[in-house]
């Protein structure tokens, strides 16, 4: 993820109030927020539903007394449908009798199973809220409603219980409402933006036929596209896919571009997203790139992505040398001590003529 301040000077440098900035991996909306922070107009896609409703609630706050009612009024529905919650939380595999206190466990069930989160402004900032507390280090803050597990990926349900068994770890009772409406102040104690962005969930390939208004009038692109053979984001983000619908246990290559190892439909993958966004792009419009990769050099990690925005912008040029910055220790070793990933990561600045 990277920070708002990466976003924040790019836009500086390259756009003006009221520009249209377009993020075809928009992730947990950062450009999408500062983009409308600072006065621009936001959009963009991502396949992974996680994104989507992170970077959906960001691209469209709703009123802090509109979130507040609402719940409250999912707490009095809860209420009356406890028993069937607890009565589901039966059913599940032994990681959730593990991972989270059976009074966290069955409202969590309750918001599960009634909020609409793909279609409703307000129950998708909600289930964004209940995503960024799922799961984390519960030794260090007890706004996380889980057993001890990385706030960044969903650690695996066998590797889970071993190590909460090993460590003798149990879950904490959290008190779910409470926490929700303390996360909703904090929300609103930062700045919110007075636009409103549009998030779709969807391929990037298809950027063009979904955002037909954008037409020809993007000024910039502001990314940071899945690394090469890093990280595959189902996969490690199985537990916030599951409280939006999807499986109890982990999935693997659910879509065939979540974790590419082969470089060459790697670089066959990004010149498709960018041709998919090719028609959005005004003229000389910029295009921002954070990239890494993993046993590639930085030499030809940059030459293979030039590769694939000339052959789709053939005029386009990099405005200065690429930035390189290395990673810092990821929170997962401390979890899985030998977990491995990129080393460093390059930053990109094209002018598509």
């Not at 537990?239 to 979540?258: C, I, M, N, V």
């Not at 405005?319 to 080393?343: D, E, I, W």
Request: glycine share 4%; aromatic share 12%; net charge positive.
């Amino acid at each position: 993820m990277f920070p708002e301040e990466f976003v924040a000077r790019n836009l500086e440098s390259f756009t003006k109030k009221g520009d249209y900035v377009f993020d075809p991996f928009c992730g947990r909306g950062t450009t999408i927020l500062q983009s409308l922070l600072m006065d621009r107009n936001a959009a963009g896609t991502d396949i992974n539903a996680v994104a989507y409703c992170i970077s959906g609630a960001k691209s469209r706050v709703p009123p802090i007394a509109s979130v507040m009612r609402r719940i409250d009024e999912l707490q009095r529905s809860f209420k009356s449908s406890e028993d069937g919650a607890r009565a589901i939380a039966r059913e599940l595999p032994r990681f959730f009798r593990h991972a989270y206190h059976p009074d966290t466990l069955s409202p969590l069930l309750f918001l599960r199973r009634v909020l609409k989160w793909r279609d409703d402004d307000v129950d998708r900032f909600i289930a964004a809220l209940v995503l960024g507390a799922l799961h984390g280090e519960k030794d260090k803050s007890e706004s996380y409603f889980s057993n001890q597990m990385p706030r960044t990926i969903s650690t695996k349900p066998a590797y889970s219980v071993r190590y909460w068994r090993h460590h003798g770890l149990r879950a904490p009772r959290r008190d779910v409402f409470k926490l929700l409406r303390e996360k909703v102040w904090y929300r609103f104690c930062t700045e919110i933006p007075s636009m409103t962005g549009s998030v779709s969930m969807a391929d990037a390939r298809d950027a063009a036929d979904i955002f037909r208004g954008l037409l020809g009038r993007v000024r910039a692109v502001i990314t940071s596209p899945p690394y090469l053979d890093v990280t595959r984001y189902e996969e490690d983000q199985w537990l916030r896919l599951w409280f939006l619908g999807q499986s109890s246990e982990p999935t693997y290559r659910a879509h065939s571009d979540d974790r590419h190892s082969s470089e060459e439909r790697y670089w066959e993958f990004l010149s498709e997203a960018w041709e998919g966004i090719a028609p959005l792009m005004a003229s000389r419009s910029i295009l921002v790139c954070r990239l890494g990769a993993k046993d590639i050099s930085r030499r030809d990690l940059t030459d293979s992505l030039e590769e694939t925005v000339l052959s789709v912008f053939p005029r386009a040029f990099m405005t200065c040398p690429p930035k390189v910055s290395k990673l810092r220790k990821r929170q997962t070793n401390t979890f899985q001590p030998k977990a491995k990933g990129c080393f460093f990561e390059v930053d990109f600045v094209f002018r598509l003529n």
